[in-house]
T-cell receptor, first 112, second 111 residues
Framework: DAKTTQPPSMDCAEGRAANLPCNHSTISGNEYVYWYRQIHSQGPQYIIHGLKNNETNEMASLIITEDRKSSTLILPHATLRDTAVYYCIVRVRKAAGNKLTFGGGTRVLVKP | EAGVVQSPRYKIIEKKQPVAFWCNPISGHNTLYWYRQNLGQGPELLIRYENEEAVDDSQLPKDRFSAERLKGVDSTLKIQPAELGDSAVYLC?????????FGAGTRLSVL
């Protein structure tokens, strides 16, 4: 699985959009970008994933650059409950499932 | 729908004692994972099951760790004997195919 690079931490104002960057310059053509987050004292939670097109769901939007070497997770209106560690993971999507390789993630603090 | 259930949530033991963690995955999920998360780091896979078969246990320290998934549903992870370095959060996840759903984990403290 390709390695990812994320900033270790970032602050965000409540009600504003939070833009979380991720670099994955060695991504392969069949690898997807996944985002999970981990709120304090909880297990990781799936947010969104994509291959090359931008994706949006009820939680967030994922913007992947045309060369696929980087992506941005957007939380459109951050709330205090979005304070968490956000993990960007690149992996091949398999029907039978395979492991998630977590890096250090970005620790996001949403401030009132 | 109930999520992945793990117990206990917290466990404190003395070194050299045995300890066991239990996981009940989401109904119908054939794939089950055990991860270990050290303080300040991301989770790391210990073992993956497809139904009752362990298909990836390459990261499981087999001298002291063991796991089982009887009947392809619930799973237990055991450490015997525990060492100080085993203090961590042990996470269980299950998956129907691609997305993994995690339990809240068991926080183990070895004194």
């Amino acid at each position: 699985d390709a390695k990812t690079t994320q900033p270790p931490s970032m602050d965000c104002a409540e009600g504003r959009a939070a833009n979380l960057p991720c670099n994955h310059s060695t991504i392969s053509g069949n690898e997807y970008v996944y985002w999970y987050r981990q709120i304090h004292s909880q297990g990781p939670q799936y947010i969104i994933h994509g291959l090359k097109n931008n994706e949006t769901n009820e939680m967030a939007s994922l913007i992947i650059t045309e060369d696929r070497k980087s992506s941005t997770l957007i939380l459109p209106h951050a709330t205090l409950r979005d304070t968490a560690v956000y993990y960007c993971i690149v992996r091949v999507r398999k029907a039978a499932g395979n492991k998630l390789t977590f890096g250090g993630g970005t620790r996001v603090l949403v401030k009132p | 729908e109930a999520g992945v259930v793990q117990s206990p949530r917290y466990k404190i033991i003395e070194k050299k004692q045995p300890v066991a963690f239990w996981c009940n995955p989401i109904s119908g999920h054939n794939t089950l994972y055990w991860y270990r998360q050290n303080l300040g780091q991301g989770p790391e896979l210990l073992i993956r099951y497809e139904n009752e078969e362990a298909v990836d246990d390459s990261q499981l320290p087999k001298d002291r760790f063991s796991a089982e998934r009887l009947k392809g549903v619930d799973s237990t992870l055991k450490i015997q004997p525990a060492e100080l370095g085993d203090s961590a959060v042990y996470l269980c996840a299950s998956s129907p195919a691609d997305i993994q759903y995690f339990g809240a984990g068991t926080r183990l403290s070895v004194l």
